[in-house]
């Protein structure tokens, strides 16, 4: 069964950080895009970030740029995603995704784009 599951999340206090996991079962990460998008109650959904195959290309939502930064363990089948100086606006359900096309000059944003998807992991960043 092809998976990803996401792990990491949890309570923090403005200013804090996180790592998220993403972590393939039967899905081989490093041959594939992954994306990260999150999303809040009441709220759409927002892409996160993209990381791309060889290379590594990343990409990032200008509302994260410079806070968050991905990487990829290929020995473990999984991608980070490092959250720092955490907001309460960061405050959302992750998930994971495999992309079915490039981490370009954006990060992909429609669901079309991505065909395996994680279960999520919440994240509260509040005092």
């Known amino acids: 069964q092809l998976q990803l599951v996401e792990s990491g999340g949890g309570l923090v206090q403005p200013g804090g950080s996180l790592r998220l996991s993403c972590t393939g079962s039967g899905v081989l990460l490093d041959r594939h895009v992954v994306g990260w998008f999150r999303q809040a109650p009441g709220k759409e959904r927002e892409a996160v970030s993209c990381?791309?195959?060889?290379?590594?290309?990343?990409n990032f939502a200008d509302s994260v740029k410079g806070r968050f930064t991905l990487s990829r363990d290929n020995a473990k089948n999984t991608v980070y995603l490092q959250m720092d100086m955490l907001k309460p606006d960061d405050t959302a359900g992750y998930y994971c995704a495999r992309g079915s096309t490039f981490c370009g000059a954006s990060v992909p944003k429609r669901k079309i784009q991505y065909d395996i998807w994680g279960q999520g992991t919440q994240v509260t960043v509040t005092s």
């Open positions: 990381l791309g195959t060889s290379g590594g290309r990343t």
